[in-house]
């Protein structure tokens, strides 16, 4: 059974930085492409990073420059370190693969403050 536990949300600053985490079990994140979404108050889920088995990562515009995604195979475990966070960043985190055909998680919530 695949599972998947996002943590590391929290309430932030404008201009400051979180790291999420993304906890999978059931599959392994090495062998697949795999990415974090987000899904903003009242508005669609929405992708924002991706990072393929070879390592190749992939942003949306909105976040390059901002967001690093990388993954620990032996941990099992796929992260998004946040710098520079603004307002329009707050929403729900979610990851799953990409494109997204696991069970989604129950997410973390980021908010960040002006």
């Known amino acids: 059974q695949v599972r998947l536990v996002e943590s590391g949300g929290g309430l932030v600053q404008a201009g400051g930085s979180l790291t999420l985490s993304c906890a999978a079990s059931?599959?392994?994140?090495?062998?697949?492409?795999i990415g974090w979404y987000r899904q903003p108050p009242g508005k669609s889920r929405e992708p924002v990073a991706s990072?393929?088995?070879?390592?190749?990562?992939g942003y949306e515009d909105s976040v390059k420059g901002r967001f690093t995604i990388s993954r620990d195979n032996a941990k099992n475990t796929l992260y998004l370190q946040m710098n520079n966070l603004k307002p329009e960043d707050t929403a729900v985190y979610y990851c799953?693969?990409?494109?997204?055909?696991?069970?989604w998680g129950q997410g973390t919530q980021v908010t960040v403050s002006s």
């Open positions: 059931g599959i392994s994140l090495s062998i697949n492409a």
């Open positions: 799953n693969a990409a494109p997204s055909w696991l069970p």
């Open positions: 990072i393929g088995p070879s390592g190749t990562a």
